[in-house]
């Protein structure tokens, strides 16, 4: 057994003394502002693709430590997880994680936006259905409704903590009006204000220190007001009087508009993250100034990748597979609209997803910390941080217990920060911890499986009990310029099919390049080697011709086996047909058509070549999945 106290032991004492040991010395561990893991801990389901996630708290950095004990136990430390479907779940931060509290369908169309108030005490969420619904958070009850004659695009609290009445600005599609109401009153709004913007507010942020609203408009105007009548911007010592001074009007300059803003919890600085230039820009709130810029774009990543500067290294297949990822997402408005910037409680700090992960930017240094989830497989868009210490059950601590050395009281005091984050066309919300992920599988199945996914599972478990069929009808080969779709003859190649089916679910053609390029002609590929000469078959040797008089040649996206040109030597290398080749009658194996993914094709085979016909950059099968 080894000693815990190190040198200072005394060396008489014996390791195998019987009797009680006091209680070890409590560990200083260092307070850390964000999570230690780099991969997520663990998921939590939806229905439909999650796609806003909020977490209601206090911002303490604003308050002084006598402010922040006496609202401590009336944190309220909720999460909201949100999906297109129009479903809402409330969970409370426990001890360690979190816990499920409540579930509503709260929609039947889109949730578009949804903003939780300063205090923490209310949430709201507007649909494309021209509803909104208001919770109160405490209680976890939905407390009003309200049904518009006008399709909503935005939503936020515009009220300070502690006021008595609950001012909730919703804006109008296709106007730029925005109606403010009293979030537990009638529909009749208090104020409608109409002078501020000609354009669809988007984007709302509050801050409540200054009582002033940020918005942001689509045709890239930002502007400030507060939330009464005449929407005026307020009267504060330092705070700009003319634009002209300022730096708000960068979205109109550069022709875009801000996808999210997020004030810091001091409210001196607010963070926007733009989706369509994927730039992130820093103002100081008062003076409307750009502090900071930092760009995300897709340019910007792809030179950082090729010279070798990007602050973490993708490998080029992977990193041709996120491209492709991104270059969707820029298509998708919804993925647009939920992707966020987000600050630490010290406000030293920014989060923002990129391609290569989720970046912790300390905005001081300049510098980025750490990139959290870099090696997962999801695109994240949407983030919530938690850091506090839970609230609940703490009890009162006086001074002299918070600096006594009690361990009990350290460990009731210790922290569970938090990462929440939703990902792209995952129906997940996923959270970083300090922790490792638990033995066993992360992503917790707390929905009910759809009537699809029970025949998936069933399938699967049959399949599981029965050998591993050798053949299939389908393949999907998925390229690093997008995916093939192909039907497969079994019934007229089998030994063919077995072997491209074998190969495929033994991963063999991953990474396999397309190594032979004839436009007008056929793309070739199968070759782990990449010049033409090497791969076998599944069996370590070569296997004979199947011909059909049922499978010709005579039409494009024809899948051959590729051979020396003798019979009856076939191994892993395949084609696929851009035209029509009856010449190749009897003398390939035709094994597969392609059905779609057809534009794929024809971008591989119009690539440029070398003299020997190989592509001058790399095209490469990232996989093959079969059924």
Not at 309 to 331: H, N, P, Q, S
């Amino acid at each position: 057994m080894k000693r815990e106290r190190g040198e200072q032991d005394d060396e008489a004492s014996s390791d195998d003394e019987m009797g009680p040991m006091p209680v070890s010395d409590p560990q200083i561990v260092k307070k850390k502002r964000k999570g230690t893991s780099k991969i997520y801990h663990k998921s939590f389901m939806h229905r439909d693709i999650v796609n806003f996630v909020t977490v209601t708290k206090y911002s303490h950095s604003c308050f002084t430590a006598k402010i922040r004990s006496l609202i401590a136990p009336y944190r309220t430390e909720f999460i909201v997880t949100t999906s297109v479907d129009g479903h809402l779940k409330l969970w409370k931060k426990q001890d360690e994680g979190i816990e499920f509290v409540k579930h509503y369908h709260a929609h039947l169309a889109p949730i578009v936006g949804v903003s939780a108030s300063a205090d923490g005490a209310m949430f709201a969420s507007v649909a494309e259905d021209g509803t909104c619904k208001v919770f109160d958070v405490v209680n976890f009850d939905m407390i009003n409704m309200f049904k518009f004659d006008f399709s909503p695009a935005s939503c936020c609290w515009v009220h300070k903590r502690g006021q008595a009445i609950s001012l909730l600005a919703v804006a109008e599609k296709g106007s730029g009006t925005i109606r403010i109401y009293d979030g537990r009153g009638t529909k009749e709004p208090l104020y409608v204000n109409q002078k501020v913007h000609k354009s669809t507010v988007h984007v709302l942020a509050y801050a409540d220190v200054y009582d002033t609203v940020i918005s942001a408009d689509e045709s890239g105007f930002l502007e400030y007001w507060q939330p009464k009548e005449p929407f005026e911007l307020p009267s504060i010592p330092g705070m700009w009087s003319f634009k002209s001074s300022t730096d708000l009007y960068e979205f109109k300059k550069s022709r875009t508009t801000p996808t999210s803003i997020t004030v810091s919890p001091n409210q001196s600085q607010f963070v926007t993250l733009t989706a369509s230039d994927r730039q992130i820009r820093i103002f100081d709130l008062l003076t409307g100034k750009m502090v900071r810029r930092y760009d995300e774009s897709l340019q910007a990543i792809q030179e950082m990748q090729q010279a070798g500067t990007a602050v973490y290294k993708v490998e080029d297949m992977e990193f041709g597979r996120r491209l492709a990822v991104e270059r969707e997402i820029e298509t998708d408005e919804v993925a647009c609209r939920c992707m966020n910037a987000i600050w630490d409680e010290s406000g030293n700090f920014i989060l923002y997803p990129t391609l290569l992960g989720i970046k912790v930017v300390n905005i001081t240094t300049n510098k980025v910390a750490r990139i959290l989830g870099k090696d997962e497989s999801s695109r994240w868009l949407n983030l919530g941080l938690y850091q506090g210490a839970p609230a609940a059950n703490k009890g009162f601590t006086t001074a002299a217990m918070a600096a006594s050395s009690n361990p009990l009281l350290a460990e009731r005091a210790a922290r569970d920060p938090i990462l929440f984050c939703t990902a792209y066309k995952k129906n997940r919300f996923f959270m970083f911890t300090r922790s490792e992920p638990e033995s066993g599988d992360r992503d917790i199945f707390n929905e009910r499986p759809t009537r699809e996914e029970q025949t998936i599972a069933l399938t699967s478990a049959n399949a599981s009990k029965n050998a591993q069929s050798r053949v299939a009808k389908n393949a999907v080969v998925h390229t690093t310029y997008g995916d093939i779709h192909i039907r497969l003859f079994p019934e007229h190649s089998p030994k063919a099919v077995e072997n491209f089916v074998g190969h495929a679910r033994s991963g063999y053609f991953e990474g396999v390049l397309f190594h032979r390029v004839i436009a007008k002609f056929m793309i070739q590929t199968g070759d782990p080697l990449g010049d033409g000469t090497g791969g076998e078959s599944i069996w370590g040797h070569d296997f004979e011709d199947e011909f059909s008089d049922e499978l010709k040649h005579d039409r494009p996206y024809t899948v051959s086996m590729a051979n020396p040109g003798q019979p009856n030597r076939n191994g892993s290398q395949w084609f696929i047909t851009t035209t029509a080749t009856p010449w190749l009658d009897k003398k390939h194996t035709i094994f597969g058509r392609a059905v779609a993914g057809l534009e794929v094709i024809h971008n591989i085979e119009n690539v440029k070549v070398t003299r020997s016909d190989k592509p001058m950059e790399d095209i490469k099968i990232i996989n093959i999945s079969v059924d």
